[in-house]
C-alpha cells in the first residue's frame, strides 16, 4: 500500500490562498489515482478533486471549480491542492486519498488508501 501525508493547511482570509501537498511514500504514486476529499465534523465527506495517475485527467467539484487546481508530480511523489478565493465553507478538514483500481474517481469508496488530515479554516 501507498501512505499518504498531507500538509499545508491552516488559517488564511477568506479571499486568500493555501496550497495542500499530498506526500507519498511505499509503492509509486505512478500506480494510483489521487482524490482530495474533504469533511466538518458529523457531515459526510465531500469529493473536492480528483487526479489520474498520468496527470492527463482532472476533475472538480462543482462548489470548486474554477478556484482549485490538482497537480501531480510522480517524481517527487506529491500532489498539490491549490486552493485560491477561498470562502468560509471551504473550511474543513482535507484529506488525500489514493486510487489503485480506477483512472479517477469521484467516489471515496473506491479508494484505498487515506492520509489522517489536515486543517483548513477560512475567516471572515
Known amino acids: 500500500q501507498v501512505q499518504l501525508v498531507e500538509s499545508g493547511g491552516g488559517l488564511v482570509q477568506a479571499g486568500g490562498s493555501l496550497r495542500l501537498s499530498c506526500a507519498a511514500s511505499?509503492?509509486?504514486?505512478?500506480?494510483?489515482?489521487i482524490g482530495w476529499f474533504r469533511q466538518a465534523p458529523g457531515k459526510e465527506r465531500e469529493f473536492v478533486s480528483a487526479?489520474?495517475?498520468?496527470?492527463?485527467?482532472?476533475y472538480y467539484s462543482d462548489s470548486v471549480k474554477g478556484r482549485f487546481t490538482i497537480s501531480r508530480n510522480n517524481g517527487k511523489k506529491t500532489v498539490d491542492l491549490q486552493m485560491t478565493s477561498l470562502k468560509i465553507e471551504d473550511t474543513d478538514v482535507y484529506y488525500c486519498?489514493?486510487?489503485?483500481?480506477?483512472?479517477?474517481?469521484?467516489?471515496?469508496?473506491?479508494?484505498?488508501?487515506w492520509g489522517r488530515g489536515t486543517q483548513v479554516t477560512v475567516s471572515s
Open positions: 486519498a489514493a486510487d489503485l483500481g480506477s483512472d479517477l474517481s469521484i467516489n471515496y469508496l473506491n479508494y484505498d488508501s
Open positions: 487526479i489520474n495517475w498520468s496527470g492527463s485527467r482532472t
Open positions: 511505499g509503492r509509486p504514486l505512478s500506480n494510483y489515482a
